[in-house]
């Protein structure tokens, strides 16, 4: 390399720059509708839609307008939703006992979507907290923590559920220890042995996720506790490694990284030692704060596909994205 470094000014870099076509064809990364999932935000009982007022235009959409909706992402050609339940109030309960009834809302739902579309990969999270009424994504034990292997026997019904519902994939997203290898044995158990596992790997307790936690209106269950207990420390990345190692040793699929931006150094790494399919989820935050400088003004629209694109560089082969639809209108 160091032998092949020319000086000035025999080369000069602005040479490749200077037309657009040139700067097409030199692309290294660049985002198509194939990197783009679409995840959506559907409320038990609701006609219609209902604004989310952290997530500018992003709504939480009722059964009657699901067709309608879906209809909209597969015309632009996106792939794959990741499907997310606003429960009724009523059905949250210290156990999240919703979570792993074959006949709720989330299965009938995905049983629904598959019908209606049944090319439309359909991800669903495993994790309790849309379902407790104490926020948290497992259940707790006698001193208010979340109880390890208690959580993993409600994940593996629900998974179980999910997958009998007709869901292509699972995600756990919960980062309970184990949960993967009792997810994997179940389904093989059970004859889900197609059934994809898209493992939360490195999933940090993040602050980015708020206005997520309005979305599925978990907020006012969750108060100002914290997930720090079972979600990845910020300050770590090693230990993502080690995560991710364990989770495809378990039977992983697909690991995914999240938050995005703030994490592009985790996404790199991931992608660059294990080298198997790897996606990364730009989350509530990450997309309210581009959003709200939109609206105000005070960036231009391009950033959000420069966002895109910096996950296709760190080698992401996939993005979660609030945004999704709206980018692949525009590709
Ligand atoms: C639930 C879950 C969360 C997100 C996806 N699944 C929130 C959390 O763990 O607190 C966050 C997504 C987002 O912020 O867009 N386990």
């Not at 059964?63 to 990741?82: H, M, P, W, Y």
């Not at 090319?119 to 309790?128: K, N, P, S, Y």
């Not at 602050?207 to 978990?218: I, L, N, Q, R, T």
């Not at 959000?304 to 209108?329: H, M, N, P, Q, W």
Request: charged residues 30%; hydrophobic residues 40%.
């Amino acid at each position: 390399m160091k032998d092949l470094l020319r000086k000035f000014p025999t080369t000069r870099l602005r040479r490749n720059r200077l037309k657009s076509g040139l700067r097409s064809i030199l692309a290294e990364s660049d985002i198509t509708v194939n990197d783009l999932i679409q995840p959506i935000f559907i409320k038990e009982n609701l006609s219609g839609y209902e604004p989310i007022v952290s997530m500018p235009d992003v709504n939480r959409i009722g059964e009657n307008v699901l067709k309608s909706e879906l209809q909209k992402i597969v015309d632009v050609g996106i792939k794959a939703i990741a499907v997310f339940p606003v429960i009724d109030e009523k059905k949250k309960d210290p156990l999240g006992s919703e979570a792993y009834k074959q006949d709720n809302f989330l299965n009938n739902s995905i049983s629904k979507i598959k019908d209606l579309f049944p090319e439309l990969i359909t991800i669903a999270d495993v994790a309790l907290d849309p379902y407790t009424d104490h926020g948290h994504d497992g259940v707790l034990n006698e001193s208010g923590d979340v109880d390890n292997d208690l959580s993993l026997e409600a994940l593996k019904k629900q998974a179980l559920f999910l997958a009998k519902a007709g869901s292509d994939v699972v995600a756990p997203s919960d980062m309970m220890d184990g949960r993967i290898k009792v997810i994997r044995d179940a389904l093989e158990e059970e004859n889900y042995k197609d059934t994809v596992i898209l493992s939360y790997a490195a999933k940090y307790s993040s602050k980015f996720y708020g206005p997520f936690k309005d979305a599925v209106e978990s907020a006012k269950f969750f108060g100002n506790k914290t997930k720090d207990t079972y979600q990845m420390s910020p300050t770590n990345k090693l230990e993502a490694l080690h995560e991710v190692a364990m989770d495809i040793n378990e039977g992983a699929d697909i690991v995914m990284i999240k938050p995005g931006m703030p994490y592009l150094d985790i996404v790199s790494s991931v992608k660059e030692a294990f080298k198997i399919p790897t996606f990364v989820y730009q989350v509530s935050g990450e997309y309210s704060m581009l959003k709200s400088a939109i609206a105000n003004g005070w960036l231009s629209e391009e950033v959000i596909r420069e966002s895109l694109v910096s996950f296709k560089r760190a080698g992401a082969d996939c993005i979660l994205t609030y945004s999704a639809l709206e980018v692949a209108k525009n590709l």
